[in-house]
């Protein structure tokens, strides 16, 4: 394999340092051209950082080497890292050093690439380095650390050694139907029963995954002047809406988000729900039924200090919908209402309505057992879902051969999220996604 080096780190920023990574067979070699330090080569140690110079034909620059030897290291092969200044002309010039002494630049993802062609890691775990990279809240980092450290892999694993075991003994039904005892086949049937709703538990966490990735919707509706925008800004911790005394300030709605307890929630807060006759509130009101009607949980506040019918109608339109009530400026409280106590104006309980609106968001599978991301994994557990419904169907009179193809299909899909028989172009197009120095 030719030796390939990249910039590790974000090459558009200048920050304290920067890593440039060489992964190949000349990975030494080229470190010894250019990086000199109180240990000889031959003395070095792999996985030890050395302090030392590099030195290029017109500038020097103290830097750290680090050297993993193969198969020891992240691709699988001699690998050299040199943590340098994190200037972008410094970076910049001691890639360059290094591509002038027997490395090429790397393509996009090419040393997960090699990873994966190593047998450093399964094409998903690669998928989980990628979801990690492009994690923003604590919610999607914690996912991808379960994909990315094998978790997925391990229990499809399982699943896939299991089906294998069944598709053998039908295979020997086949071969030899004698020898084989009909109780294992029966035996088999719960074991493809057990798969079935494993993979459908896990097709069942996906319906997440657009919370995960893109944050959940919280509609904020009531009445005019209740306090919406107030508690808007309460949430950011800042003046992102316009609050006034007067009735029917917000007219359009105003989106902000913010990360609570790891998962992004997308604030709207809308205009006051009344009968009115002007075009532009008319709108406004329009926009806040549909924002309530779309969100994933609805924040219902009522303004303690008047008495309105309005808001029993209001009440009606979150039947049935994920709702936190909130009764607002319980400091000058006239109407006692139903929900959650807070002062909007000074942010008190405010917290408490978030934990609520969390509790509603966070379903079981984000809490625990990871939400599946990556759509070629939906789609190859949907096929390989399938497959295994087909072969339950009719179990009982259904001949050896035919439970043996369904069972080959449904591990077929299986292996392909963990990288079994995926074409080179799908490789390819894969990693193709990833960053350059990844
Ligand atoms: N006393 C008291 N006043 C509050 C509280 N929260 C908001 N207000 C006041 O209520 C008025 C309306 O607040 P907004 O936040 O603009 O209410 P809104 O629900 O967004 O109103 P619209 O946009 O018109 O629908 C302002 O004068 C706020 O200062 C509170 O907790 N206590
Ligand atoms: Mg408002």
Redesign the pocket.
């Known amino acids: 394999m030719d030796t390939i080096a990249a910039i590790a780190t974000n090459p558009l920023f200048s920050a304290g340092i920067s890593i440039i990574r060489i992964s190949g067979d000349n990975a030494e070699s080229v470190i010894d051209k250019i990086f000199s330090c109180s240990a000889d080569p031959q003395e070095r140690k792999p996985n030890v950082m050395y302090l030392g110079t590099v030195k290029g034909k017109n500038f020097s620059e103290k830097a750290f080497c680090v050297f993993y030897k193969a198969p020891k290291s992240y691709t699988g092969e001699d690998v050299a890292e040199i943590h340098c200044h994190g200037g972008r002309g410094v970076t910049t010039a001691v890639l360059n050093l290094i591509l002038e002494n027997g490395a090429r630049l790397a393509e996009a993802g090419e040393f997960t690439k090699r990873a994966f062609l190593n047998g450093k890691m399964s094409l998903s775990e690669a998928e989980g380095v990628a979801e990690m990279i492009n994690a923003e809240t604590e919610g999607q980092v914690k996912n991808a650390y379960r994909l990315m450290s094998g978790e997925l892999n391990t229990l499809l694993e399982k699943i896939y050694s299991d089906l294998t075991y069944c598709a053998a003994l039908s295979e020997a039904k086949m071969d030899y139907p004698e020898e084989t005892e009909d109780e294992d086949i029966g035996a088999c049937k719960q074991i493809i029963a057990k798969a079935l709703s494993k993979v459908r538990d896990l097709l069942k966490s996906s319906a997440n995954r657009k919370i995960l990735q893109n944050g959940a919707d919280i509609a904020i509706i009531?009445?005019?002047?209740?306090?919406?925008?107030?508690?808007?800004?309460a949430v950011c911790k800042e003046d992102r809406?316009?609050?006034?005394?007067?009735?029917?300030?917000?007219r359009d709605v105003v989106k902000e988000s913010v990360e609570v307890g790891g998962i992004k929630l997308n604030f709207l807060?809308?205009?006051?729900i009344r009968e009115s006759g002007d075009e532009i509130e008319k709108i406004g009101i329009e926009r806040s039924r549909k924002a309530a009607a779309n969100a994933d949980v609805v924040i219902f506040?009522t303004?303690a200090?008047v008495e309105s019918e309005k808001e029993e109608e209001i009440a009606k339109l979150t039947e049935g919908r994920p709702t936190v009530r909130v009764c607002?400026?319980?400091?000058?409280e006239k109407y006692p209402k139903e929900g959650i106590r807070?002062?909007?104006?000074?942010g008190?309980n405010v917290d408490k309505v978030l934990e609520e609106v969390l509790k509603k968001v966070k379903s079981d599978e984000i809490k625990t057992n990871g939400v599946i991301t990556v759509e070629r994994h939906i789609s190859a557990l949907r096929e390989c879902e399938k497959h295994l419904a087909d072969c339950l169907d009719g179990y009982e009179t259904k001949t050896p051969d035919l439970i043996a193809v369904d069972l080959y299909q449904a591990r077929k899909a299986l292996g392909k999220i963990g990288g079994k028989d995926v074409p080179e172009e799908t490789v390819n197009e894969i990693f193709s996604r990833f960053c350059v120095g990844k």
């Open positions: 009531g009445i005019p002047n209740a306090g919406k925008s107030s508690f808007l800004n809406a316009i609050v006034t005394a007067l009735a029917g300030t917000t807060d809308t205009a006051g506040i303004d200090t607002n400026k319980t400091d000058e807070i002062c909007a104006k000074t008190e």
